[in-house]
Nanobody, 123 residues
Framework: QVQLVESGGGLVQAGGSLRLSCAAS????????MGWFRQAPGKEREFVGA????????YYADSVRGRFTISRDNAKNTVYLHMNSLKPEDTAVYYC????????????????WGQGTQVTVSS
């Protein structure tokens, strides 16, 4: 089982940028599709985007497409979420998670989860 630790969250003004990191333990990291989800206060957790094991393909939620980019470095067992043009509605706890497939946006299809990192965007 892969263990995940997110970092890089914080407080940023609207229009600003942040880069989140998700560090994974275990030698099987490079075999997983890695996903990012977020959960805002009082709302259900929602899919943000995902990247295939090789880094060659990504897909995103409509709400972040064009502003957020996911990348990964398999040599470092780390996946990144680059967030630009941040909006107050991006405020949430952000989680990374693993899945074996590619294309799913459903929580149930993702196995290991990190503890989350808080992102707050002020207006």
């Amino acid at each position: 089982q892969v263990q995940l630790v997110e970092s890089g969250g914080g407080l940023v003004q609207a229009g600003g940028s942040l880069r989140l990191s998700c560090a994974a333990s275990g030698r099987t990291f490079s075999s997983y599709t890695m996903g990012w989800f977020r959960q805002a206060p009082g709302k259900e957790r929602e899919f943000v985007g995902a990247i295939i094991w090789s880094g060659g393909s990504t897909y995103y939620a409509d709400s972040v497409r064009g502003r957020f980019t996911i990348s990964r470095d398999n040599a470092k067992n780390t996946v990144y979420l680059h967030m630009n043009s941040l909006k107050p509605e991006d405020t949430a706890v952000y989680y990374c998670a693993t899945t074996r497939g590619f294309g799913s946006r459903l929580e149930i299809d993702f196995g290991s989860w990190g503890q989350g990192t808080q992102v707050t965007v002020s207006s």
